[in-house]
Every structure is written in structure tokens, then in C-alpha cells.
């Protein structure tokens, strides 16, 4: 079984068996209510039973009307059983067949008691009356309780069952959705450990190619000079590769963290012009919050790729509203890989001849975006490229 099924089906699981305890206990509740609601109508019914057959010789005819009337009114029932309370050895041969002797007796103090035989339910008083002490015993069945039990215990088991199929395939989509994100992630954290070690391997490759070289034969001053300048630019590449992968390591949370302060954008960008970056703005009061030092890092190494891919040609700089457009006139990016430029350690096939990682731009990607940025790249073969960061 797959992953996603697996963790839809534990996730089906969990969340069905506490469906089902909260529809048991509501199922349980629902129907002692019923119960107890009828029971409390076959009580009212007993007690409307005795006045009617009691009261009469004691109040006027508009009161014994309303006794009537509320008889009428009341629970129909099946059986009406009237008892003389006094008479104990007949009232107790009756009762028994309803009633246990615990129950006999709590009648006979005045208690009401509840009952139900079969299917059957129901309620016995006891009436004290100036012509006696009666019982009155009245039994029905709730058949109209019951159809409504019935339907509670459908309904719920119904609603259980497409819960059940509901939680399933929205769990599966999201397991699976999950599961895919993971997978993205673990490949992508292969990909970048894989591509880390190939990087490092080059210059260190070099470094210690130079080193066997030099130790081969005696040489003299300048040669060794010589060596040991590119023995310094190879580790100078491995310094400033192992920065680049130190900030790619790090979460956006991570570089968040990152104290921010108010950088007026303008004269921030001032300090990459020089002979071949221009800068022009109609915007000089435009302030973002960022770390000064990250967004360094971020707007140079998209600078220092225009430069790179652009020969000797100048490149612009320029600042409209709360957009920075970077273009230059180089190369350009092939239309179908502009979207695979942002990845780390890509690099376009049309830049195989020049030097670098394919880390800066995605580097750069990372630290606008975590400040909430907009990037969009522009790109034509042979004619340029122009990176537009819209800032919030």
C-alpha cells in the first residue's frame, strides 16, 4: 500500500472511531429523552385518568369540564387499569405482573413508578382520594417513539457512513499532496548536496592538482609565486561558494531573523554604480525594511550576472516607483529555461563558457522573496536580459 494511502486510512481511521463515539453517545442520549418524554406523558395521563373518575363529586361542573377536557387531551393510551390501593392482596396480584416488589413498594409510598413490559411502556401513581386510596396503571406502546429512534439510529448510521467515505478521499488528497511535498523536498535536498559536492570538488580538485604539480621538481621564486596565486583564487571560489551554500541551507524563517532597519532604496543603490552600471530613478524617497547586508548580497549577484553575460556592454539600473529593473544586453536566457534559472545550481545552456555556481540568482530569489518582493525575468537570446523586483 502506498504512503498517502496509508496515512489517509490512519487518518479515516482516527477520525471515524471518535464520529462513531460522538453519534453513539448522541444516539443514546436522543433516545433516553424520548423515553423520558413519553414516560412524563403516560404519568400525566394516570394522574388525568384519576381526577376524571375522582374528582367529580368534589368540584362544580366547569371544573370537572377543564378535568375533562385535559383527559382528552392527554397521551391516548392502550390499557387503563384502575386499582383500589386498599384492597392489597387483589391490588398486588395485579401489580405483580407489571411491576418487582421494590417497585410495589415505592408505588404504595407515593412514588410514580416507570415501567415497561415487552414492548410496552408504562406509569403507575398512587391517588389518595376522599373516598379511598386507588392506583391507577396506564400502558401503551411508543410506537411513534420508536419510528423516531428508528429514523435517529438510520440517519446517523448513514451520515457515519459517508463521513467515513468523505474523510477517506479528502484525507488521501492531502496525504498524498503531503507526500509529494516531501518527496519534492527530499529530492531537492539530494539534488542540492549532490550538486554542493560537485561545486566543491572542482576548485579543491584544482588546489590539489596545483599543489602535486608544484612539488614534483624544485622551482624557482616566481613559479612558485605563480602557484600559490591560484592556489589563493581557488580558495577564494571556495570561500565565497561555501557563503552562497550557507545561505541557501537557511530557511526563509532563518533569514527573517535577520535584523531589518529603514533603507532609503536610492541611495542603497548608489554604491553599485560605477563604469559600466548606471542608475537612474524618479523615485528617491522610496524606503523598503530590509537588512542592508542581505539585500547587498541579493541586488549583486544580479548585477554581477548582467555584467558577467554582457561583455563590456553597460547595464541599467533603474528604479520607477517601488520597481527596480535590471537589464542588460547580453546573451540573454533560452525562453524555454527561464523558469529553471530560479533552481539552485542551475545555469542556462547557453552560459557553459563562463564561470560560476548557478547559486547567486536563486540566492538572490530567496532573500527578495523572503522580504515579501516580487521577481519577474525578461529574456531574449542575443539580445538581453532585464530581472524587474517589485517591491511591497
Not at 448513514?158 to 463521513?163: E, I, K, N, P, R
Request: proline share 2%; net charge negative.
Amino acid at each position: 500500500m502506498k504512503t498517502g494511502n496509508k496515512i489517509a486510512l490512519f487518518y479515516t481511521t482516527i477520525t471515524i472511531g471518535i464520529i462513531a463515539m460522538v453519534t453513539v453517545v448522541f444516539y443514546f442520549v436522543a433516545t433516553n429523552y424520548i423515553s423520558r418524554l413519553y414516560y412524563s406523558y403516560l404519568t400525566e395521563k394516570a394522574y388525568a385518568i384519576a381526577e376524571k373518575h375522582w374528582e367529580k363529586d368534589e368540584v362544580n361542573e366547569e371544573d370537572y369540564a377543564r378535568i375533562q377536557k385535559h383527559y382528552e387531551e392527554t397521551l391516548p393510551v392502550a390499557s387503563e387499569i384502575l386499582l383500589n390501593a386498599d384492597s392489597l392482596a387483589e391490588t398486588r396480584t395485579v401489580l405483580s405482573r407489571y411491576l418487582t416488589d421494590d417497585k410495589i413498594s415505592d408505588l404504595y409510598k407515593g412514588n410514580v413508578v416507570r415501567f415497561h413490559k415487552d414492548k410496552e411502556l408504562g406509569a403507575a401513581v398512587y391517588y389518595p382520594d376522599n373516598e379511598g386510596n386507588f392506583i391507577v396503571v396506564v400502558i401503551s406502546s411508543n410506537q411513534y417513539g420508536g419510528d423516531i429512534q428508528q429514523r435517529i439510529g438510520w440517519l446517523l448510521l448513514a451520515m457515519l457512513v459517508v463521513s467515513a467515505v468523505l474523510v477517506y478521499f479528502v484525507g488521501r488528497l492531502y496525504a498524498t499532496r503531503m507526500v509529494d511535498r516531501i518527496d519534492a523536498a527530499y529530492q531537492s535536498e539530494k539534488s542540492f548536496i549532490s550538486n554542493a559536492s560537485h561545486e566543491l570538488n572542482n576548485p579543491l580538485t584544482a588546489i590539489q592538482g596545483e599543489c602535486e604539480i608544484s612539488l614534483l621538481k624544485e622551482r624557482t621564486p616566481a613559479e612558485y609565486q605563480a602557484a600559490l596565486g591560484r592556489i589563493a583564487s581557488e580558495t577564494k571560489r571556495i570561500i565565497q561558494l561555501m557563503k552562497n551554500l550557507l545561505f541557501l541551507s537557511h530557511g526563509d524563517k532563518e533569514i527573517l531573523k535577520n535584523e531589518r532597519e529603514t533603507v532609503l532604496l536610492a541611495d542603497f543603490l548608489m554604491q553599485f554604480v560605477g563604469n559600466r552600471i548606471r542608475f537612474t530613478t524618479d523615485n528617491f524617497a522610496f524606503v523598503i525594511q530590509a537588512n542592508p547586508y542581505l539585500l547587498k548580497i541579493a541586488i549583486n549577484n544580479i548585477l554581477n550576472n548582467a555584467c558577467k553575460y554582457s561583455g563590456e556592454a553597460p547595464v541599467e539600473m533603474r528604479l520607477k516607483g517601488a520597481t527596480l529593473t535590471i537589464t542588460d544586453t547580453g546573451i540573454g536566457i533560452p525562453e524555454e529555461e527561464i523558469t529553471r534559472v530560479y533552481q539552485p545550481f542551475y545555469r542556462a545552456s547557453n552560459t557553459r563558457e563562463f564561470a560560476g555556481h548557478g547559486i547567486g540568482l536563486s540566492l538572490s530569489m530567496r532573500i527578495l522573496r523572503t522580504y515579501g518582493a516580487e521577481v519577474n525575468i525578461l529574456s531574449e537570446v542575443g539580445k538581453g536580459t532585464t530581472v524587474a523586483i517589485e517591491f511591497p
